[in-house]
C-alpha cells in the first residue's frame, strides 16, 4: 500500500510539484479519523469514544518504540535486543540488494539461526523519534516585514538549515524542521538514526503478497507481511529499553488499537484550486507515464529470470503506485468527494469573511493559491516532462545528485538547494555510497522511454529534449549514456564526490556529462516554480493555516509529513459489496483463495505452505482491519493495544481507504494488518524458527546472545 | 434470490401493475446474455462461443430432467426413483408447512433413512414441461377488425381459456397459454404435474442459508443451499427415464455450462416510460411496504420462540425481496444504465420511422404506452393502497379467493377472472384445501399494520378504507376478523367452495364478510386497470414485438414468464472490489468465515458442521460462479454441463446481477449454485446419509426400494 517505496525516486515530481501544491488549512476530525502528532494526541476523542487517557508514559514509550524507515515505511521494535519488525514490502528495496543472480532472497525469504548468518543491508537507515521541538516563531521571525513571497521563501529555508544545522551539532542527532498544519506551526524533529542493520528473517514474497496486485489494496487478505531485522550500533545488537510487549493473542473485534508510524502525504487540507490541478494534470499525466514504464518494466522481465530479478522491486512500486493513484483519482473525480470539498471550503471561507479583522489578514490567501495554481498549470507540461525523475532509472538520478552536490556544498549552508544542507549530508553519502548492486541496462531501458515520452511531449526543440537528447534518438541517446558509465560503481560516485567540482567537470563518464548538460535547465525550471508557485503557496499556506487556529483552534491534526503520528481506532468489519466483512481473516481463508483459485499465480502457496499444512492451527488469525486512519509510509508501523502491547502490523489500506488521501470515511475506510497471533505461529510451525518466536514473545531474551 | 417464494403472495400487485406494464419488444442478445425457451435455443452463439451444438435428444433431455416448483422455484430430476432436488430456500415453505411447534424442520434439517420415514410435503405441485405448441394465430384470430382494446383484452382472454380448456380434456396435463416476446407470440405449455412429493433431506438452515440477509445476494459464499424431495404417483415413487446424471466432481474454471430453469420475471423490453412508472413509484413504495411489514415480523418474532418460528419464512422471503428490490432500484436510478435503456428505445424507434409501412402499423404503439401509463400514474397511490395483498397475510387473500372463487365459477370460462378459469381449478383446490398449518395471530399483525398503511396513504374517507375498517381502528379492525375467523382449518375453506355462493353469501365469519365488504372495490379497481392500461399495454406491448420481429428477426430471447428456460455460460471470477473474485469457494472458507466472524449469527456454523470439521475434506469446492443468465425463480435450477449432466444447483445471483432485471453484464453478472461434490461428500461426511449420496450417484439405484 505505501508509496513510500517509490519516495525518493517519485520525489522530484512528487515534492516538487504535488506536494508543493498541498499547503492548506486544517478541518476538525470526526470519528476514528486522524494521523496525530504526538505532541497533540486526540485525548478528547479518546476519552469521549473509549474512556481512554494515555499518560505521558505512554505515548512516550509508544514514540520511542516506533521506527522510520527512511527508504519510505515505518517499524517498531519488538525485542530488548535490537529485533525491529516491518512489512516485508519495505523490506524489499534491501532484500532485492543483498540477492545475486544466484540467491533471491525477496522472492525466497531468509531465516538467520544465528546472529552470525544475519544480512547487512547496504543502506537502509533507521530513525527514532526522540524530541520534538516548536520553532515557528524562531522560523516566522526570518521574515521580515516588507519581503516579497520569493525573499521569504529564502529567508525561511536559510532559517530552517541554520536551526537544523544547530540542533545537529548540540545533539548528535538527526534533525529536520517540518512544517505542519501547512505552515501553521514549523516543528524541530531530532532522530536517533541506525545503519547497521541486519536481516534476520523475510518469508517467501508470495507470502508476504499474497495475491500479487489482484489483492493489494483489498480486503480479505491472507498476507504474513512481515520482514524482522536486528539493529547494531559498535557491532553489538542495540540494547533498547523502548520495545513493544508482544500480545501473543492479537486483538478481538471491537477492541481499540493504535497505530503508530509514519504516513508519507495527504492532501486533505489542498484548496480546491489545488486538488483541481491534481484531478486534472497531475494524475492523469502520473498514471500515463506509470502505464508506460510498466510495459518497459515487463518488456525487459521477459528477456530472462535474471531481468524479471533485477526488474521486481520497481515493477511492484510503480504497479502499487498505479493502484493506489488510480484509487485516488477515482476519489477525486467523484461528484460527491469533490463537492464535499467545495462546500468544506465555502464554509471555512465565510467564517473568515465573516470577521473583518480575519478577512484582512487571511481573507486573500485563498485566491493567491489560485492565481499561483493558474500559472503552474499554464506550464505543467513543460514542467512534468523536462525531468528524468518520471523515468524511476536510478543512476541517472545520482548522476544529477553529484553534479549538484559538488556545486551546492561550496555554498553557505542556508543558500544551498533542498536536500545539500549540512544536516542532510551524512544521510545522503550514505544513500549515494552504497554497495548495493545497480541494473544500467534496466535503467538505460527506462530513460529511454521517459525521454522518448518527453520527446512526444515536447517536441525536439524544446531545450530540454535538445541538451538530454544532444541530436541522437531517445533510444541511442539512452544507450550511450548508459553503456559507457562507470557510475554503477560506488567507488567510483565516491571519487566523483571527494574530487568535488574539478572531478566533475573534469568527468568524461557520460551519464555525468548527460547530467552537467540538463542540469542547468532544471535549477532554471526549479527556480521558476519556487518563484512562482511554491513561495506564494508556502506565505498563504501559513495564512490559511493561521485561519483554521482562528476559527476552529488546536483541535485537528496536520496533513502526513512522513513524520512519526498516532492513529487510532476499532477493530471493525465493515459493509462490503452488499454483505459484510469481517474484522479478521484466519489461516482457512488462504487456502480457500489458493484452492479457489486452483494455485495458480497469485494466488499460488509457496511450497512451504502446501507441504506444511498440518503444521498449523487453520483458525489462527492471519489479518485483521481497523478505523484506524492511515495512509502510504504507514506500512511496517505496529498496531498497539491499550497496555501499548503489540498486536499486529499495518501493510495496507481496504480499496475504500484510497480516497483517504482527500477525505477519511469510517464507514469503510479500514487499515490491514497482520495479526500477532499468526507471526509467532508461523515462525514456530512453517519456519522452524521456534527461537525468534521466543524472543519475540519475550521468553528467552537472555539466550540470543 | 428467487422472487418466487413470495410470487403467490404479491401477485396481485406485482402481476396486476408490475408486471402487466412489461409488455415489450426484444433486444439482440450479445455474449453469454439470455434466457431462452427450448423451442428457440441459442444455437448461433453456442456454437461461435463454445463450439457446441445440442442436439435434439439433448435438449429434450434436459427439459424433461428439468422440474417447476408451483410455490417459486425449480429443480431437476436427479435420480431413476423419483428423487428431486430443489434448494432449501425453494422447499422452505414446505419445510415450515410440516414444522410444528415441536419440531423445526426449517430450522434443524430432515433426513428419512428410510421411504417410509419420508414426509409429505401439503401442498407442493411440481410440473415437468412436457411440449409446447405455438397458438399465435389462433389467439389472434379471436381479435376481430374494428375491435377496440377492451373487447380485443376479454376475447384474447376467452380464447386462451378455450385453448387451455381444450388441452387439458384432450391430454389431462396442466395447460397454460402463455404470451412471449411480449404478445409477439403465444404458446401453449403443458405440464405432467405431480403432487405427492416427499421429503428426503434438507440440512440445517444455517448451512443452507449461511450469512444470513447479509451474505444474501453475494459472493463468495459458502451455501450448501439443497434439499431433496422424492417424487410418488399412485403411492410408488416415480420411475423416470429422464434424469441427470451425476458428475461427482463439480465444473472446472473456464467450462461452459447450462442452467434450465424457470425464471420468474425481467423487465429488459419495457418501455422507458414503463421503466419511469417502476422507479419513481412501484419501487419506493413496495420498498417501503416491505420494511414496514418486516418491522411487524421482528417484533411478532420478538416476542417467543414459537412466534419467531412461525414468522421465519415470510420474514425470510420479504428480506429477500427487500434485497432484490433495492438492487434493482439502484440500477433504475444509475443514470449509466437508463440513458442506455433511453439509447435503446431511440434507436428501435427510429428503425421503425424509417420505414413507411413499419411506422404506420407500429409506430404509435409507444406514445400509446405513454398515455397508458400517465394514467396508471395518475391513479397509482389509489390502486396500490387499496389492496390487502401488500400485507402479505395468507388467510385475508384466501378469503378473498373463496369470495371470488364461488362467483367467477358460474360464469362461462372465458368470462372469468384469471386465476378461476376451468384449467386452473385443480391447482388453485390444492392450494386452498392445504391441511398446512395457518398462523391467524400473525396474520392479524401484517393485516393491520398494511390497513394501518393504507388509511395514512388513502386518508378515512376513501371507499375502500371505509368498507374495509368499517369504522374501526385498523388494530381493532384487524384483531376483530382475524380473532373470530375458522378460515385456518381448510375442512371449513372447503364446506365453502362446495356450498358455493349461498354459503359464502351466508357466512358471518368474520374474515369472509370482510372479503366481502372489499371485493367489489377491489373487482371495480381491476376493471378499470383493464380498461384503462392492460388492454392498452398489451395491444401495444404486440405491436412492439412484432415490430422487433420485422426489425431484428427472431435471434433474442423473451422476457421471463416463470416458464421453462436455456440458459448458458462459462464458469468464471470476475472483478470485485479493487481485486478478483474467485469462479469457486471451498470448504476451506466456510470455517474462515464463521471464525472471522466469532462464529457469531447469521455467520455461526451448525453443530454438526464444527463437530464433524475433521471429516470433511476442506479443499473440496463448495460453490461457484458462471456467467448464465438467470434471475428469481430460477433457485433451484440444475447447472449442466456438455455431457447434459449434473455439475451444480443454482441458488442466488450476485449482488452485480441485481440489475440484470433490466440489463445483463457479462463483466460482473454471475449465477451463484451449490457445487455437485460438496453435495454428495456432505452427505456422506456429515449427514451419514451415504446410501442417499450412493443414490444420487447412480451406485445403488436399484437398492433402493
Same mark, same amino acid.
Given at each position: 500500500m505505501r508509496t513510500g517505496a517509490l519516495r525518493s525516486k517519485m520525489a522530484v515530481v512528487a515534492i516538487a510539484i504535488v506536494m508543493a501544491a498541498s499547503i492548506i488549512g486544517v478541518p476538525r476530525a470526526a470519528a476514528d479519523e486522524g494521523m496525530w502528532t504526538f505532541d497533540n494526541p486526540p485525548l478528547k476523542q479518546l476519552k469521549e469514544r473509549y474512556g481512554f487517557t494515555p499518560t505521558k508514559e505512554w505515548l512516550d514509550h509508544i514514540r520511542l518504540s516506533s521506527v522510520r524507515f527512511n527508504d519510505g515505511g515505518s517499524g517498531s521494535?519488538?525485542?530488548?535486543?535490537?529485533l525491529v519488525l516491518t512489512n516485508h514490502h519495505v523490506a524489499r528495496g534491501q532484500l532485492q540488494k543483498i540477492s545475486t543472480p544466484q540467491k533471491d532472497y525477496a522472492k525466497d525469504g531468509f531465516y538467520a539461526r544465528t546472529q552470525a548468518e544475519e544480512l547487512k543491508s547496504p543502506d537502509l537507515e533507521l530513525n527514532v523519534l526522540m524530541s520534538t521541538e516548536e520553532v515557528t516563531s524562531r522560523v516566522e521571525s526570518?521574515?521580515?516585514?516588507?519581503?516579497d513571497e520569493k525573499k521569504a521563501l529564502d529567508a525561511r529555508k536559510s532559517e530552517i538549515a541554520k536551526i537544523e544545522k544547530e540542533s545537529l551539532d548540540a545533539t548528535g542527532l538527526r534533525s529536520e524542521v517540518i512544517p505542519l498544519y501547512n505552515g501553521g506551526e514549523y516543528w524541530l524533529y531530532r532522530y536517533k538514526k541506525y545503519t547497521d542493520v541486519r536481516l534476520v528473517f523475510a518469508p517467501e514474497q508470495q507470502i508476504a503478497f499474497y495475491g500479487g496486485d489482484p489483492d493489494n489494496?483489498?480486503?480479505?487478505r491472507y498476507d504474513l507481511d512481515i520482514a524482522i531485522f536486528r539493529v547494531y550500533e559498535n557491532g553489538k545488537p542495540v540494547h533498547n529499553d523502548h520495545y513493544l510487549r508482544w500480545n501473543p493473542k492479537g486483538p478481538a473485534d471491537g477492541d481499540l488499537v493504535f497505530v503508530s508510524g509514519n504516513p508519507g502525504?495527504? +492532501?486533505?487540507?489542498?484548496?480546491v484550486a489545488q486538488l483541481e490541478t491534481l484531478r486534472d494534470y497531475a494524475y492523469p499525466m502520473t498514471l500515463k507515464a506509470e502505464k508506460r514504464r510498466l510495459e518497459v518494466l515487463n518488456r525487459y522481465s521477459s528477456l530472462g529470470a535474471e531481468q524479471a530479478r533485477e526488474a521486481a522491486n520497481l515493477k511492484f512500486g510503480i504497479e502499487n503506485a498505479f493502484k493506489a493513484q488510480t484509487g485516488e483519482n477515482e476519489g477525486l473525480n467523484s461528484k460527491a468527494i469533490f463537492t464535499k470539498k467545495e462546500k468544506e471550503e465555502q464554509e471555512f471561507r465565510a467564517r473568515i469573511d465573516k470577521d473583518p479583522k480575519l478577512k484582512a489578514e487571511y481573507g486573500d490567501a485563498w485566491s493567491q493559491i489560485s492565481a499561483a495554481e493558474k500559472k503552474l498549470v499554464a506550464n505543467y507540461k513543460t514542467l512534468r516532462f523536462r525531468?528524468?525523475?518520471?523515468?524511476?532509472?536510478s543512476l541517472p538520478g545520482e548522476a544529477l545528485t553529484i553534479v549538484r552536490y559538488v556545486a551546492e556544498v561550496k555554498k553557505p549552508d542556508g543558500e544551498?538547494?533542498?536536500?545539500?544542507?549540512d544536516a542532510e549530508l551524512e544521510s545522503l553519502q550514505f544513500e549515494l555510497f552504497s554497495p548495493a548492486p545497480k541494473y544500467p541496462a534496466l535503467d538505460e531501458k527506462l530513460l529511454a522511454d521517459s525521454l522518448q515520452e518527453s520527446l512526444e511531449q515536447?517536441?525536439?526543440?524544446d531545450p530540454f529534449i535538445k541538451a538530454a537528447l544532444n541530436g541522437k534518438s531517445p533510444a541511442d541517446a539512452a544507450a550511450e549514456i548508459m553503456k559507457g558509465?562507470?557510475?554503477? +560503481?560506488a567507488a567510483f560516485r565516491k571519487s566523483l564526490i571527494e574530487g568535488g567540482e574539478q572531478a566533475v567537470a573534469a568527468s568524461t563518464d557520460p551519464l555525468v556529462v548527460f547530467a552537467r548538460r540538463i542540469d542547468p535547465l532544471l535549477r532554471e525550471q526549479r527556480k521558476w516554480l519556487e518563484d512562482n508557485v511554491i513561495s506564494i503557496e508556502t506565505s498563504a499556506g501559513e495564512k490559511i493555516g493561521k485561519a483554521r487556529f482562528a476559527v476552529y483552534g488546536k483541535s485537528a491534526y496536520p496533513d502526513a509529513t512522513f513524520t512519526l503520528r498516532l492513529s487510532y481506532g476499532t477493530v471493525k468489519g465493515y459493509p462490503m459489496n452488499g454483505t459484510i466483512a469481517p474484522s479478521r481473516t484466519t489461516i482457512y481463508g488462504l487456502y480457500d483463495r489458493a484452492q479457489s483459485f486452483d494455485?495458480?499465480?497469485?494466488?499460488d502457496l509457496p511450497e512451504r505452505y502446501e507441504k506444511g499444512k +498440518?503444521?498449523?492451527?487453520?483458525?489462527?488469525?492471519l489479518d485483521f482491519v481497523s478505523t484506524a486512519d492511515i495512509i502510504g509510509g504507514?506500512?511496517?508501523s505496529p498496531v498497539i493495544d491499550r497496555n501499548g502491547d503489540f498486536v499486529g502490523i499495518i501493510f495496507d489500506g481496504n480499496i475504500?481507504?484510497?480516497?483517504g488521501r482527500f477525505v477519511y470515511d469510517e464507514g469503510a475506510n479500514r487499515a490491514v494488518a497482520v495479526d500477532s497471533a499468526v507471526i509467532t505461529h508461523a515462525l514456530r510451525a512453517?519456519?522452524?524458527?521456534g527461537p525468534l518466536a521466543d524472543e519475540i514473545e519475550g521468553k528467552m531474551a537472555s539466550a540470543v546472545k
Open positions: 521494535w519488538i525485542g530488548a535486543e535490537g526570518a521574515v521580515k516585514p516588507g519581503m489494496f483489498t480486503y480479505p502525504s495527504t +492532501d486533505r487540507l489542498d484548496t525531468s528524468i525523475s518520471r523515468s524511476f532509472a544551498r538547494l533542498d536536500g545539500f544542507h515536447l517536441g525536439p526543440n558509465t562507470k557510475l554503477g +560503481d494455485n495458480k499465480a497469485p494466488f +498440518d503444521r498449523l492451527t487453520l483458525s489462527t488469525p504507514n506500512s511496517g475504500e481507504s484510497l480516497v512453517l519456519y522452524d524458527a
